[in-house]
């Protein structure tokens, strides 16, 4: 944990972290001295940054420039200093305006979020796609297909369909598949997906009679239709937004983003960690344990359905980022996602 500061070295640490983002530029002590107000001689700030950059808060791109927040810096910054800067009406209004009126697929939704987030921060965003599994069952179908498929038709939180096609271990006929549906719809429908995946599984086993083979098999055909769908997904937007700043433009380090933010793994990772988070979690550069992300930071929110974390919404920028007003924005969005998503169930 960093050192805690004395009132007038965090003063100016605040004002040179405020200048640095405003600006982009490496801030001097003069620059300092005339923004502060604070009756300190450029000798006297001098000497403070001095003390800012052997602690490691603040650093010197070059040997007769200003300085920089590092990373340490940055994070001082956040977790005493900063006062998050409210949402202005018209951006919560317009957050929920786009998010409320939507009533489609919640893939959907998390695209309009994705690009409305991108578009509100100017940076890249992201929303990852609830789990098919924290679905409710409503009813379920079976169509069948040629060479040993069958369309599997779901209908999950009252009016979304999803359909599967699974393979079987051998040919049913539309009879079978319709008896099947019927005593999965009568014994199993209301229940989300991941305690229907346990019953099938559990009912498959203990249904040995006769008299329940066709619950048996019905249950086989059905846990073959839901799978296991613990592999995630999210939506990127506004990933061009990122090469309109400066530290970011390094052609080979912005290609090994890109290519990362493609493969998404290493993305579905971080956000796996922030689905345990109460509010918003800030990544600092080399904080995310990513070095494509070292000059980045990610600034996540979790958002809910009734009660639960269905997934994790965030934006990625620079580590210059006006975080006063990022960090209200994330927040914002991700109450307004959860609110949509349950408006549409």
Same mark, same amino acid.
């Given at each position: 944990? *960093? ?5 007038? *070295? ?36 001098? /000497? ?20 920089? @927040? ?13 006062? @998050? +800067? ?20 919640? %893939? ?10 991108? =578009? ?50 051998? +040919?049913?006929?539309? &009879? ?21 995946? /346990? ?17 048996? +098999? ?18 990127? &937007? ?27 793994? +290493? ?6 960690? %922030?689905? =345990? ?18 000059? %980045?930071?990610?600034?996540?929110? @979790?958002?809910?359905?009734?009660? =639960? ?21 994330? *927040? ?14």
């Amino acid at each position: 944990m *960093a050192e805690r500061l004395d009132s007038r *070295a965090a003063d100016l640490l605040k004002l040179l972290v405020e200048r640095y983002v405003q600006d982009g530029q490496p801030v001097g002590s003069r620059t300092l001295a005339r923004a502060g107000h604070m009756n300190l001689s450029p000798a006297t700030i001098r /000497n403070v940054m001095a003390d800012l950059d052997e602690a490691g808060f603040v650093r010197s791109p070059h040997t007769s420039a200003g300085r920089v @927040p590092t990373q340490l810096g940055y994070r001082y910054f956040i977790d005493s200093l900063l006062t @998050p +800067e409210p949402l202005s009406e018209r951006d919560v209004q317009r957050i929920a305006r786009e998010l409320l009126r939507h009533g489609g697929p919640t %893939c959907d939704l998390a695209e309009i979020t994705s690009a409305l987030l991108s =578009q509100l921060s100017g940076m890249a965003a992201v929303v990852t796609v609830p789990k098919r599994n924290r679905a409710t069952l409503r009813r379920i179908e079976f169509l069948p297909l040629s060479e040993r498929r069958v369309l599997a038709i779901l209908v999950v939180n009252h009016a979304e369909v999803q359909n599967r096609v699974i393979s079987t271990a051998r +040919e049913y006929s539309a &009879a079978e598949l319709e008896r099947y549906a019927n005593a999965i719809n009568e014994h199993f429908a209301g229940l989300d997906l991941p305690t229907l995946r /346990n019953r099938l599984r559990a009912d498959a086993l203990a249904a040995q009679s006769h008299v329940h083979q066709h619950l048996r +098999e019905a249950a086989k055909v059905a846990a073959w239709a839901l799978g296991d769908d613990s592999e995630e997904d999210y939506v990127l &937007a506004g990933g061009s937004n990122l090469l309109a700043y400066q530290e970011l433009t390094d052609v080979k380090r912005l290609r090994e983003l890109f290519e990362a933010l493609d493969r998404k793994r +290493e993305m579905l990772a971080l956000f796996e960690q %922030c689905l =345990q988070a109460s509010g918003v979690q800030i990544f600092i550069g080399e904080e995310s344990g990513y070095q494509v992300l070292d000059e %980045c930071s990610v600034v996540t929110a @979790p958002y809910f359905i009734d009660g =639960q974390v269905a997934g994790v919404l965030g934006v990625i920028g620079p580590t210059r980022m006006a975080y006063h007003r990022i960090i209200p924005l994330v *927040a914002e969005t991700a109450l307004a996602l959860a609110t949509g998503l349950k408006a549409g169930s």
